[in-house]
């Protein structure tokens, strides 16, 4: 059984940084992708951040340029650096893991951490 960790969560000011971590248990093969979600109350969850087998790394246009992913796919972990936050990027922050085989893909959620910035 896969089991997503995050940390690092919390309230910070606009303006500050944050850093998101998040590590998989166990000895995991064929991850292709680890990335970062977010759900805001009455809103739907939305993808923040994705980095891929290479190290290629993609965001949304609302947070390019504010927000930098990292990991490594064959140690199952991954970071979210988030600077010059707003108060709109208040949500529940979630790590996603992506394992594709030959005949089957599969996807695994942390159980989320809380960012809270006030303006």
């Known amino acids: 059984q896969v089991q997503l960790v995050e940390s690092g969560g919390g309230l910070v000011q606009a303006g500050g940084s944050l850093r998101l971590s998040c590590v998989a248990s166990?000895?995991?093969?064929?991850?292709?992708?680890m990335g970062w979600y977010r759900q805001a109350p009455g809103k739907q969850r939305e993808w923040v951040a994705v980095?891929?087998?290479?190290?290629?790394?993609n965001y949304p246009d609302s947070v390019k340029g504010r927000f930098t992913i990292s990991g490594d796919l064959a140690k199952s972990t991954v970071t979210l650096q988030m600077d010059s936050l707003r108060p709109e990027d208040t949500a529940v922050y979630y790590c996603?893991?992506?394992?594709?085989?030959?005949?089957?893909?599969?996807?695994?959620w942390g159980q989320g951490t809380q960012v809270t910035v006030s303006s």
């Open positions: 166990g000895s995991i093969s064929s991850v292709a992708a």
């Open positions: 996603n893991l992506v394992r594709k085989s030959s005949n089957d893909v599969r996807t695994y």
């Open positions: 980095i891929t087998s290479g190290t290629r790394t």
